[in-house]
């Protein structure tokens, strides 16, 4: 499995809107740059998804994959895996740590590991990490703190 990357944002709403962002996969594509199309194919008895089904387009990086995801019961950690090897990964496991502030905003830790299918060196490999990593996070915060964004 290949290093894992950690960042972390401080977003202008409480955990609970947070969460419920996170958790809405079918809009993905309204405020995602990559994501095509998001599809629970699977869910808990709570409905919550279990495994999604992703489309990206990344430019270079085009793939379809289906993650599984697991909830802590306080939805404080949102943890995930790919089910099966795609067309550009081995694997790949993450997963969102959400933390209310005493300020009444929310900390969102977004880990992530991923082995691709194909090779790229390691510099290429963490810079690339990096920006899908500070990308996604943006975007979160951006989905949150819009106006009438969460359902």
Same mark, same amino acid.
């Given at each position: 499995?290949?290093?894992?990357?950690?960042?972390?944002?401080?977003?202008?709403?409480?955990?609970?809107?947070?969460?419920?962002?996170?958790? $809405?996969?079918?809009?993905? @594509?309204?405020? *995602?740059? !990559? =994501?095509?199309?998001?599809?629970? &194919? /699977?869910?808990?008895?709570?409905?919550?998804?279990?495994?999604?089904?992703?489309?990206?387009?990344?430019?270079?990086?085009?793939?379809?994959?289906?993650?599984?995801?697991?909830?802590?019961?306080?939805?404080?950690?949102?943890?995930?895996?790919?089910?099966?090897?795609?067309?550009?990964?081995?694997?790949?496991?993450?997963?969102? $740590?959400?933390?209310?502030? @005493?300020?009444? *905003?929310? !900390? =969102?830790?977004?880990?992530?590991? &991923? /082995?691709?299918?194909?090779?790229?060196?390691?510099?290429?490999?963490?810079?690339?990490?990096?920006?899908?990593?500070?990308?996604?996070?943006?975007?979160?915060?951006?989905?949150?703190?819009?106006?009438?964004?969460?359902?």
């Amino acid at each position: 499995m290949a290093d894992s990357s950690t960042q972390s944002i401080t977003i202008d709403a409480p955990p609970d809107r947070v969460v419920a962002v996170i958790c $809405d996969f079918a809009r993905y @594509p309204e405020w *995602t740059e !990559t =994501v095509r199309r998001a599809e629970v &194919v /699977e869910e808990y008895e709570d409905g919550y998804a279990s495994q999604v089904r992703f489309t990206i387009d990344a430019g270079v990086l085009a793939d379809e994959y289906v993650l599984a995801y697991e909830y802590a019961e306080d939805l404080s950690r949102i943890e995930w895996h790919l089910v099966a090897p795609s067309r550009m990964q081995r694997a790949q496991r993450g997963s969102y $740590d959400v933390v209310g502030n @005493p300020d009444g *905003t929310a !900390t =969102v830790t977004y880990t992530l590991e &991923v /082995e691709l299918a194909v090779g790229m060196l390691g510099m290429f490999r963490r810079k690339a990490e990096k920006m899908i990593m500070d990308t996604a996070l943006k975007q979160l915060k951006h989905r949150v703190e819009a106006p009438g964004a969460t359902r």
